[in-house]
Every structure is written in C-alpha cells, then in structure tokens.
C-alpha cells in the first residue's frame, strides 16, 4: 500500500528557511505528479507547488521567487525548500502524488506543521 512520509516542518523566524522532505514507499507508475499543498486555520487547502517526474514545475504566485521543489526520482523522494519565510506561510503543508495511470490516482501525507514566527 503506498504511503507518502513527510518531515521537515518546525518554527523559524521571518526571513528564515525550512526544508521539507516526502518519500514515497510503495509501488509508483512513472507517469506522475509530486507536489505540496498547505492549509491555514480556517481556509482551504491550496496549492504550493508541484513537480513532474520529468522535472517540469508549478507554483503558486505567493511562493515564486522563494520555494523551490525538487525531487529524486530514484528514492521517489520530493523536497520543497522554501526560504525567505514569511508569517503568512504559516500552514499544515501536505504532500500530494497523483499517479496517472487507467485511472488518476491521489495521495496525500499526514501533513506537517510550517509556523513562521518571531
């Protein structure tokens, strides 16, 4: 059964950085989508960014110029470095894969707390 186990959320200062990491274990088609997505208290959960498996990327505009999202595709391993960290980042960040495939899979990770705060 395929399970998708993050790690790397904490609290930092404005301006500081985080690092998030999401492996994926199980078996995963080549045909895919990795990608994070973050809730605040009280609102929808949204996008962040994705990645393909070919490495081609999506951002939010919000995060662009300050995340980067990068994966390795041998350890099925997805990585969202986010710096200039602003209190308004402050969400759960969850990991998301969709598999395509005869039909689109979705998975998503337990979620891990971002706090940005001084």
């Known amino acids: 059964q395929l399970q998708l186990v993050e790690s790397g959320g904490g609290l930092v200062q404005p301006g500081g950085s985080l690092r998030l990491s999401c492996a994926a274990s199980?078996?995963?088609?080549?045909?895919?989508?990795m990608g994070w997505y973050r809730q605040a208290p009280g609102k929808e959960r949204v996008l962040v960014a994705t990645i393909s498996r070919g490495g081609s990327t999506n951002y939010a505009d919000s995060v662009k110029g300050r995340f980067t999202i990068s994966r390795d595709n041998a350890k099925n391993t997805v990585f969202l470095q986010m710096n200039s960290l602003k209190p308004e980042d402050t969400a759960v960040y969850y990991c998301?894969?969709?598999?395509?495939?005869?039909?689109?899979?979705?998975?998503w990770g337990q979620g891990t707390q971002v706090t940005v705060s001084s």
């Open positions: 998301n894969l969709d598999i395509f495939g005869p039909q689109k899979l979705v998975y």
């Open positions: 199980g078996i995963i088609f080549s045909l895919n989508v």
